[in-house]
């Protein structure tokens, strides 16, 4: 399935700081990205440059900013947002000439929700009073600020990718996550939940293939949520996402000859491009 048959291959997928912790890491994510073959990459932990390096191995394009970044192999005609925003943001000719705008976030990483619920066992209230601590819910509020004259512009799909750093509200019902509550309110929809609307029966965890046990409690079991994200709207119609990655990754410490080169699971949804 591929653009020209009428399909969109887009992937969220956070580096791990950009793979330096795998032998190797460069030739497995190339090898990756070749087997994956998507139309659309949001990056997150690039290190300022994985983007445009992996772009240019490749032979495609690139949107390098701070954390994040977008690589296609198609044009890229405009770019948005910057290292300060935790986001950037590009548009993307297909070869159908039909165009996207497609962005990549990165929100901060601490305090993070589930150990507060899980390990600290807060309170609901304490926990969202904790997200606005983080400054979660201001970061995504400045995003989609940036992405409203593409959401505004009719016809135009456009796609939200990212590490978010916190769950999402369709996985935990009795728990409002902003940052997800604020992109279903902006008309971005989650499309992992979509095409897999049970979150008991499809867990889709991306946090964390090679954290098991919580890396500063011995004997304590790491949380394991969904906390990366491919989201969109307009003409678009998700007909597959799955979480991706390669083999079965050995858990830290014994993980620097693991093929797959990052501590999450990439996540990678197909739509359909309507008329």
């Known amino acids: 399935m591929n653009v020209d048959n009428g399909y969109l291959k887009v992937m969220s997928w956070n580096l791990w700081l950009a793979g330096r912790f795998i032998d190797d890491a460069r030739p497995k994510q190339l090898a990756f990205l070749r087997e994956q073959a998507p139309d659309v990459v949001g990056l997150q932990e690039t290190m300022g440059e994985a983007a445009r390096e992996l772009a240019e191995d490749l032979g495609w394009h690139h949107h390098q900013g701070g954390s ?31 165009e996207l705008v497609a962005w990549s ?30 400054g979660r819910p201001r970061q995504i509020a400045d995003i989609i600020d940036a992405m409203r004259p593409a959401l505004a512009e009719r016809d135009l799909p456009v796609l939200l ?35 897999h609307p049970d979150a008991a029966a499809k867990p889709g ?7 098991h046990w919580h890396e500063q409690r011995e004997g304590v079991l790491e949380p394991q949520d969904r906390i990366d994200f491919v989201h969109y709207a307009g003409p678009l119609r998700p007909v597959a996402s799955d979480t991706v990655g390669v083999g079965e990754p050995r858990a830290m410490p014994h993980h620097a000859d693991n093929e797959w080169t990052s501590d999450h ?3 990678l949804s197909t739509f359909v491009l309507e008329a």
Do not use: K
């Open 68 to 98: 994040c970044g977008i690589i296609s192999p198609h044009p890229i005609t405009a770019r948005y947002g910057d290292e300060s925003l935790r986001g950037v943001g590009a548009r993307v000719r297909l070869p159908t000439g039909r």
């Open 205 to 211: 965890h991306t946090w964390s293939p090679l954290n």
């Open 265 to 267: 699971w990439a996540v």
């Open 161 to 195: 990718t990212g590490d978010f750093n916190v769950p999402s509200h369709l996985d935990w019902p009795n728990l409002p996550w902003q940052v997800s509550v604020a992109v279903e309110r902006a008309g971005l929809r989650d499309s992992y939940r979509v095409v």
């Open 105 to 134: 976030a990165h929100l901060n990483y601490e305090p993070y929700g589930p150990y507060d619920f899980h390990l600290s066992g807060m309170t609901v209230p304490q926990v969202l009073a904790r997200e606005e601590e983080a």
